[in-house]
């Protein structure tokens, strides 16, 4: 029994990543119906700067976060800034953003991975957390370490958070405007990039969260980690329900639970972690495609 | 009034253009010289050219073949898809664990014997086996098209993209079916020039018929407006399943000459980097444009033997040096800026032949 609950925290923590990660999607694509494939990589870049920041610059661990943090959201901005507006205002068609986006998630990926080969050498780095996270904490009876006790609480205190930006400050009317209706916000004489950068600029932030907390848990950091992360987030935020922030974080607790207590269950599974988001993504096509939250976008926002 | 209808009409009629719906002589007339010539070419060559140049030309013909049917789903069905690594491995491994024998599988599966049906099937006909491998990927194909069609298109990407990583898993994981990380080797070379040159020939022409028939201007219209065609009462998702499943058959073709040509084949041969060299490829092209894959496929493939410096730390220009790994940041940021400033990329969705024409 106690081994059911080490496994629960343990599920929760995951999938409070995958959880942040998929916030950033569904915000993404409830304001421009396109799949941000580079949103895994900006996760990535997230975990490399908080890497450079703390490990090799020195700086000390909170005012470092912060700065990455600050930095990824930059980065998110810089992407759809260079690349995913000038092609929106051509007016291009939807394939050539997917593409665009694959392109960028491309190039990130070999752009760090020339940087760590410059700068790092070929091995794989670690990250270092400070012990206060590791330190093993029990509660009648389990143990798991502080960390992947206070995650899962920050993702819904996160949560909470972005919904009240959506649903009581005038950036969230305008971002929830947007899902609804692009063209009619346009024409009201609101500038729409501003809005866009700021969701940009929130989801990657939390994605580089997101990655801060993965690499604690899987200290061994390379240029590649982000698109199976990426691609999992986005079938947590699918199951979800996208453009459902609350199914986004919904779907990624249940991806998290399933990815770690099946294989804590029935041990031989363990090879066939990576496929679990995958089964949970045909299955929810097949049977409710529109998620958890049953977000339909010709009818509901968020 | 009347007069004015006819008269628009007429013009319309003038400017239809010439290749869209061929006259059945003019059509014959095209194929057989363009089979001829290239059956000419293939014979001339084999016998004076040298052994490596027909080794590139091999690997030319093969992505030729992944080019064009990668474009058909991506370029003239308009529905944007990252499957054909996925594809290529299904049908790699299925020709190479069907044409060897069953003794070579029983001594060469190292990390686990091979399952009974693995070891024992065994079929000799290179084509037999190369058909199949097409079947199984386009039989794969449809079950994975199922679920993403009747949704939204839009998840098109993301499925095949997590169904690329599943295959590996796959692979990797049962060795007693694929032989795990340590691949499959001494695959009979049944795929010389010659043979890959006519298979390839045949491919693009399928290919060819498919896009200039009915089939290929519905697929067209569902790019260009798929709720106007629905509106129209077409099934839009039959056409979508057609195109993929299509692609997936052309791409297990070219996945089994590939593990014939190479000799031997494993899990990493199959990364995302395949997909996305295909990509380029056919962005560069044009997408929609089969002449435009073909040229595309030689400007690629060109291009990243002659972009190679850029990994060899020896080089410099300047303040910049080369760097392992820089080729694939040049690459991308290739694909990028083709993306943002030459979107049609070299034929945009038209033919070599219209251009000359006009």
Known sequence: ?302 | MAKEINRQMGEVEKNRKKWDVLDFKTYLGLIGVITLLFILFLWLSQNSFGGYSLTVLSNLYIFIILAVSYNLINGVAGQFSLEPNGFVAIGAYVTALLILTPETKEAMFAIKDPLPLIRDIHIGSPILVLLISGIISALVALTLAFPVFRVRGDYLAIVTLGFGFIIRILLINHPEVSNGSMGVDTIPKFADYFFIGIVTLLSVLLVYNIVYSKFGRAMKGVRDDEDALYALGVNTFKLKTIAFTTSAFFEGVGGGLMASFIGSISPDQFTFMLTFQLLIIIVLGGLGSISGSIIGTIVVLGGMELLRFLDDPGWSYGPFHGTPGLRMVIYSLILLLIMLFFRRGILGNREIWEYIHR
Do not use: C
């Not at chain 1, 421009?32 to 908080?50: E, T």
């Not at chain 1, 990426?230 to 079938?235: D, E, N, P, V």
């Open chain 1, 1 to 302: 029994m106690e081994f059911f609950f080490q496994q629960l925290i343990n599920g929760f923590s995951l999938g409070s990543i995958y959880a942040l990660i998929a916030i950033g999607y569904t915000l993404v694509y409830g304001v421009l119906r396109l799949i941000n494939f580079a949103h895994g990589d900006i996760m990535m870049v997230g975990v490399f700067l908080g890497f450079i920041l703390i490990n090799q610059l020195g700086m000390g661990f909170g005012s470092g976060i912060f700065l990455t943090l600050l930095l990824t959201g930059v980065v998110g901005i810089l992407t759809y800034y260079s690349a995913y507006r000038p092609l929106l205002e051509k007016g291009a068609p939807k394939i050539s953003l997917l593409i665009t986006a694959i392109g960028i998630s491309f190039f990130l990926e070999s752009l760090f991975n020339v940087v760590a080969n410059l700068f790092f050498g070929s091995s794989y780095q670690a990250f270092s957390t400070p012990p206060f996270f590791s330190k093993m904490v029990s509660v009648a009876g389990v143990t798991f370490t502080r960390l992947s006790l206070i995650v899962p609480i920050l993702t819904l205190l996160i949560l909470g958070g972005i919904l009240y930006l959506l649903y009581r400050t005038r950036l969230g009317i305008g971002i929830r405007a947007l899902a609804f209706d692009i063209q009619t916000v346009k024409l009201m004489g609101i500038d729409t990039n501003r809005l866009i950068m700021g969701v940009f600029f929130i989801g990657s932030l939390l994605a580089g969260l997101g990655g801060v907390i993965y690499a604690t848990a899987y200290p061994s950091i390379d240029p590649y980690m982000g698109m199976l992360v990426g691609l999992k987030a986005f079938a947590a935020a699918v199951v979800g329900g996208i453009g459902s922030v609350t199914g986004a974080v919904i779907g990624g607790f249940i991806l998290g639970f399933v990815e770690i207590v099946i294989p804590g269950f029935f041990i031989e599974w363990g090879g066939y972690k990576d496929a679990f988001a995958f089964v949970l993504l045909i299955f929810v096509l097949l049977f409710k495609p529109t998620g958890i939250m049953g977000i339909d976008f010709e009818r509901k926002r968020f």
